[in-house]
C-alpha cells in the first residue's frame, strides 16, 4: 500500500481496522495518531514498541536515505518468512509433546489412582501383597506427601533463581551459550540457527544501505546465542582496528561454520554482498528447518519407547503378582 503512494498514516488506519488483538490495535491507533502530530514513522514506532529497535533503526535510516519503500518491503518480506518458520515449527512439535503429555498423564493415573485401588482390593481380600507392589506403594505415598511436594517445590524454586542469577552473568552465560553449540543434534540446531539469523540480518541491513561496521553493531543484541554475539563482537573490532575484511574478521575465532567464510570471501571481493547472504539465508533456514524436523521425528519414538518400558515395568511389577495372587484364591 505504502509503494501506491498510499499516505502511511492511512495505511495504519487501514491495519488498525483489520487487526483483532486489542493490543495491536491500540499501538496501530497510536502510532497513526503520532504521525498526525509530526512524528516521523520511525519514532512512532520506537514510541508505541511496534518493532525491535533493530528494525526501527532500519526504518530510521530508510527515512534518512530515501529509500523507505524499498526497507519497509524487505522487513515485510524477513518478517512473512519468520512467522512462516515459527508457525512450521509449532506444528512440527505439536504432536510429539501431546504426546508426551498422555503418556505423562496416563502414567500419573496409573500410580495416583489404580495402585491405591489395587491395594484397597487386596486388603478386602485378606490377603498379603507381593513385595514389589508394596514397595511400590510406599514410594508413591513418600512422593506424594505434602511435606515432600513442599521440599521438592522449594529445591526447584532456589535451583531456578540460582541458575536464573548464574545465567546473567556475563562469563558464565558466554561459557554456558558456548556449551550448547557443542550438544549433540541440539548443537547443530543452535549454529544453523544462529548462522540463518545472522545472514537474514546482515543482508537486511546492507539491501537498507548500513555499512558492515553499523550493520554488526545492530545485528549483535539480535543473536540468542551470546558465543555468537561475542564473536560478532570481536569481528567488529577486528574490521574497525586491524582494516580485516568480513571474511577474515569471522575467521578469526571459528564460531561460524566454513562455508559461511568462504562465501563472505567471495562476497568480499567481488562486492556482491546481496547474493552471497541470500545464499546463505536460504542454505542454513533449510538446515535449520531440517534439523528440526530430524528432532521432532526423534522425539516421538523415543516417547513411544519410554511409555512401551514403563508399561512393561508396571505390568511385570504390578500386574502380573496380582494375577498370582487373585488365581491363588
Not at 6 to 23: I, N, S
Not at 112 to 140: C, G, H, K, W
Not at 242 to 253: K, M, N, P, R, V
Not at 314 to 321: A, E, H, R, S
Amino acid at each position: 500500500m505504502f509503494s501506491a503512494s498510499v499516505p502511511l498514516d492511512q495505511v495504519l488506519e487501514f491495519l488498525w481496522v483489520a487487526e483483532t488483538d486489542p493490543r495491536a490495535t491500540a499501538a496501530l491507533h497510536n502510532c497513526s495518531k503520532d504521525l498526525i502530530h509530526g512524528y516521523t514513522f520511525s519514532k512512532a514506532l520506537a514510541r508505541n514498541s511496534l518493532l525491535p529497535l533493530r528494525l526501527v533503526a532500519l526504518v530510521r535510516l530508510g527515512e534518512e536515505t530515501g529509500g523507505l519503500s524499498q526497507v519497509l518491503r524487505v522487513l515485510s518480506e524477513d518478517l512473512e518468512e519468520q512467522v512462516r518458520t515459527r508457525k512450521k515449527v509449532v506444528a512440527s512439535l505439536t504432536y510429539p509433546l501431546c504426546l508426551a503429555g498422555v503418556s505423562f498423564l496416563a502414567m500419573g493415573g496409573l500410580i495416583l489412582y489404580f495402585l491405591p485401588r489395587m491395594i484397597e482390593f487386596a486388603d478386602s481380600l485378606n490377603t498379603s501383597l507381593p513385595s514389589s507392589v508394596q514397595l511400590a506403594f510406599r514410594a508413591s505415598q513418600f512422593l506424594l506427601h505434602p511435606a515432600t511436594l513442599s521440599l521438592a517445590g522449594i529445591a526447584s524454586i532456589l535451583f531456578a533463581v540460582s541458575t536464573y542469577r548464574l545465567l546473567n552473568q556475563p562469563k558464565a552465560r558466554l561459557r554456558f551459550d558456548q556449551l550448547t553449540t557443542q550438544w549433540p543434534l541440539l548443537g547443530d540446531l543452535v549454529v544453523s540457527f544462529n548462522t540463518f539469523q545472522f545472514a537474514s540480518g546482515l543482508r537486511l541491513t546492507t539491501l537498507c544501505g548500513c555499512p558492515i561496521t553499523v550493520a554488526l553493531q545492530l545485528l549483535k543484541p539480535t543473536l540468542p546465542n551470546h558465543y555468537f554475539r561475542h564473536g560478532l563482537e570481536r569481528a567488529l573490532e577486528r574490521i574497525r582496528n586491524e582494516g580485516e575484511t568480513l571474511s577474515e574478521a569471522l575467521a578469526g575465532d571459528g564460531i561460524f561454520p566454513p562455508e559461511v567464510v568462504h562465501l563472505l570471501a567471495v562476497a568480499d571481493e567481488s562486492g556482491k554482498y546481496d547474493k552471497v547472504l541470500k545464499t546463505l539465508t536460504s542454505m542454513f533456514g533449510e538446515r535449520w528447518e531440517r534439523q528440526i524436523e530430524v528432532i521432532t521425528s526423534l522425539i516421538e519414538p523415543a516417547v513411544l519407547i519410554i511409555l512401551g518400558v514403563t508399561v512393561a515395568v508396571i505390568t511385570l511389577l504390578f500386574f502380573v503378582p496380582m494375577i498370582k495372587v487373585v488365581s491363588s484364591l
